[in-house]
């Protein structure tokens, strides 16, 4: 769902909201009441949620293993396995 950035051209109030992007777009100011809360333009943001998401999944930072720590995928008739073993 992404989250959209609003800003109250009457008092200047600021604020995030998470909203479908069916959903209308909000015109009255939380803040004053005033009819001028606008949507801001600004960089994508969205939350991911459901089955599969986890803050574990990047329990290293995003930090890639080191190479010779990735076993080969590659079976022994591939390839690249042949020229690694020295065959040709």
């Known amino acids: 769902m992404p989250i959209y950035a609003y800003r109250c051209e009457a ?3 600021t604020k995030d909201v998470l909203q479908k992007i069916s ?3 909000l ?6 009441g005033a009819p001028a809360f606008k949507k801001q333009l600004t960089a ?3 939350q991911l949620k459901g089955t599969g ?3 574990t999944d990047f329990r ?3 930090v890639a293993p080191p190479a010779d720590a990735v076993a080969p995928s590659c079976p022994a008739s591939c390839p690249a396995a ?3 073993s020295g065959d040709k």
């Open 11 to 13: 008092c200047g109030f």
């Open 27 to 32: 015109t009255e100011c939380l803040s004053c």
């Open 60 to 62: 290293n930072g995003g």
């Open 82 to 84: 042949s020229s690694a």
């Open 23 to 25: 959903d209308p777009q």
């Open 44 to 46: 994508p943001g969205f």
């Open 53 to 55: 998401w986890y803050a």
